[in-house]
């Protein structure tokens, strides 16, 4: 398996050339996006495959590259093949759309060179078994993105969200340097077995999580490292976006879980309150932001950000159980955290297609300017109404379970023995329902907007329905993401192997059988997707039926209400921010300082009416803007630096050696 994974790899970039020096672009998107999905579709079929057989460890592959006393390791295990499943799947079927959108892409030959690289180096970061191997694959990953950022030069919006990108996956990459430097040691063993062999202190191995939490956290949107991610995503092609926030962030997700789960060592109990400290943060503050923002793939970004949230508290209260010595507990969060990864790359990638559906047939992303697409796409529709049924977190769909999972695996913390941990976890807990209330109410608010109604805007009311290849592929995903909510146990069954491999335990008895689901062993909590979904198609079509045989047979029609003012006129339709005033006052004014300006004519006047809205990111006020000015500070008072005379360039860089010296001293011992 991991010879084939680094066959599809080269293969994938040999795409790339090929989208670089392809003579026709539509030929170029054929070979490129249809070469790109059948090696995505070949490798998500074997790791389902391996994954099946128990999801066992296959051989290291060294390969004679990179540092000559280092080289390259490869290597898959459950973790590694869960994720690499993951990945594949979602790029299957975003290449799958890729070929109907790419008809539609302004500068193809921007995209194709770079497309299949991008899912090259994912994939080489999945089997990386060395720190080596692992960051420069990294990189490679961050720099092919950067450039799909980019795609869309002109704009300066897109270059300025390329830029930040950049600057926070530089930054990310070196706090993951020195993280694998602190997990490598002295003897300077940066190959993950010789990681697995090495003893930390507790300090040191403190040192290394919160490195990881850092490197691997900016590249997955935590906060406040979220920053590049609402500006970088709707930058993109929209099948680059659903990439990015599907599969990329769950990509670091696997950094981190292999860092804090595997090569750091034993756990202490204040990793996993720390990551679920985070994660709670990030889930409300990410949702927030989606429910006040009017840019389709903008409000994606953010509940993106959200669900990385979420994924994030499960992972923490995994590692907190695991340190407590109670392992049996620690698989239900774990595996609820990554079935929500995989949740969430089905879902979230078939929205990130609906909107760039969206944006094609009507030429904005603003849902102030749409409204009525529900008459005028109602394919798209449909699959888009899945999509959010699942993100809202709602029976019987995939969002539900994951989420389900995880307030169960909150239910079980009075049994840890911290008394800080049976307040946090609690806490965690409260924010997670109000993540998931939140979540509800902003995609009630997109799809209202967004598709029904009347159309706000000419552009609407002349969209038409999409490719049909693109339809198929966003059909997929919603089928996907049914299958996954009403019969979660085999899904659940894929990450086992990965629960036992990295907690030491997986659910009792399996979670039960496959209609059944049971979490906790002893409680009289289950859930069945099937089930429910049974339930309701028998409700609808009992209510259906009684309508019909008891109800009047004559139609008659009549206006519906109207709060006593006839107009057709579509303005007076709820708008977005309409929709989100309430909580905005609520809970914006709290977490972002939102201010609302109204200018209303006095009586007479024939001006029209105006509202702005001003908000505020606290990780821009409270970091990154006085890092900014902190940089200019000292770049001005360090450039005295190189007018320095010969003796003193020397004596400072024996001051420096000597100091180098000391902490390498302070560090082996």
């Known amino acids: 398996m991991t010879a084939d994974l680094l066959v599809a790899a080269a293969a994938l970039l040999v795409l790339g050339f090929a989208g670089a020096l392809w003579p026709r672009p539509d030929g170029a998107q054929i070979v490129v996006y249809g070469g790109s999905a059948i090696a995505a579709a070949a490798l998500a079929g074997q790791a389902l495959l391996a994954l099946l057989g128990g999801g066992a460890a296959t051989p290291v592959l060294t390969l004679p590259l990179g540092l000559p006393w280092v080289q390259a390791h490869f290597r898959l295990d459950a973790l590694s093949l869960f994720f ?35 899912l090259a180096a994912m994939n080489l970061v999945l089997a990386a078994a060395d720190a080596f191997s692992f960051l420069v694959s990294w990189e490679c990953m961050s720099v092919a993105s950067w450039l799909l950022v980019l795609a869309q030069h002109r704009e300066a919006a897109n270059r300025h969200a390329a830029f930040v990108y950049l600057a926070m996956a530089g930054f990310g990459t070196m706090a993951l340097l020195f993280a694998f430097g602190l997990l490598a040691g002295a003897q300077g063993d940066y190959s993950f077995a010789g990681m697995r062999t090495h003893d930390l202190t507790p300090v040191l191995a403190g040192a290394a999580i919160v490195l990881a939490l850092i490197g691997a956290g900016s590249k997955a949107g935590l906060v406040p490292l979220h920053v590049w991610l609402p500006l970088a995503h709707p930058a993109a092609p929209s099948h680059v976006s659903a990439l990015m926030s599907g599969v990329m962030t769950k990509v670091a997700i696997y950094g981190l879980v292999r860092i804090v789960f595997d090569l750091a060592g034993p756990p202490q109990w204040w990793w996993g309150a720390l990551i679920m400290t985070v994660g709670a943060v990030t889930a409300v503050l990410g949702i927030l932001h989606a429910l006040l923002e009017r840019d389709i793939k903008t409000l994606l970004a953010y509940s ?20 407590s010595g109670i392992g049996d507990f620690a698989a239900l969060p774990f595996i609820a955290a990554l079935f929500h990864a995989l949740n969430h790359s089905l879902f979230k990638s078939l929205l990130f297609c609906a909107a760039g559906a969206v944006a094609h047939a009507t030429g904005t992303r603003d849902i102030e300017r ?30 539900f379970v994951s989420e389900w ?15 800080l941990l049976k307040l946090i976890v609690p806490v965690a807990g409260v924010m997670l329902v109000l993540a998931a209330a939140l ?32 339809i198929w592929s966003m059909a997929a995903f919603a089928a996907l993401c049914l299958v996954c909510g009403a019969l979660p146990a085999p899904a659940i069954g894929l990450i086992e192997p990965a629960a036992r491999a990295m907690v030491g335990a997986g659910l009792p008895d399996g979670g039960a059988g496959w209609l059944y689901l049971a979490p906790v062993a002893g409680k009289p909590s289950s859930y069945s997707g099937a089930v429910v979904l049974l339930a309701m198609i028998g409700f609808g079509l009992a209510v259906a039926l009684l309508v019909h045989r008891l109800g009047w047979r004559s139609l008659r029609r009549a206006p519906p ?28 004014t709290v977490a972002f300082r939102a201010a609302e300006t109204v200018d209303m ?8 009416a105006r509202f702005a809205l001003s908000l505020w990111d606290p990780a821009w006020r409270f970091v990154f803007n006085p890092c900014a000015r902190f940089v200019v500070w000292a770049a001005e008072h360090l450039n005295a630096l190189q007018f320095m005379t010969i003796r003193r360039h020397l004596s400072f860089m024996f001051a420096t050696l000597i100091a180098l010296l000391l902490a390498v001293a302070a560090v082996a011992r």
């Open 84 to 118: 690499v499943l993951l990945l594949n799947l979602a790029a299957a079927l975003v290449s799958l759309y890729a070929l109907g959108y790419g008809r539609h892409e302004e500068a193809p030959h921007r995209v194709l060179p770079f497309y299949p690289v991008y």
């Open 304 to 323: 993106t950000i959200k669900n990385v949230g979420v994924i994030a508290i499960g992972l923490g209260l995994a590692l907190v159980f695991r340190a």
């Open 370 to 399: 749409l409204g009525g697409l529900i008459h005028r796409m109602p394919r798209t529709a449909f699959v888009a109404l899945v999509g959010c049924f699942a993100i809202a977190g709602l029976p019987p769909l995939n969002g």
């Open 405 to 419: 999972l995880m307030l169960q695996s909150v239910f079980t913390s009075p049994s840890l023995p911290q008394p």
């Open 439 to 470: 979540a509800a109410a902003c995609f009630v608010r997109l799809y209202g907007i967004v598709f029904l109604g009347r159309p706000r805007s000419p552009d609407a009311a002349a969209a038409g329905e999409t490719d049909a290849v693109m």
């Open 561 to 588: 209400w109207d709060c006593g003012f006839p107009s057709t006129d579509p303005t007076t339709q709820y708008s977005g921010s309409s929709f989100a005033q309430p909580l905005r006052r609520v809970f914006g």
């Open 601 to 608: 004519p006095d009586p007479g006047e024939t001006r029209p």
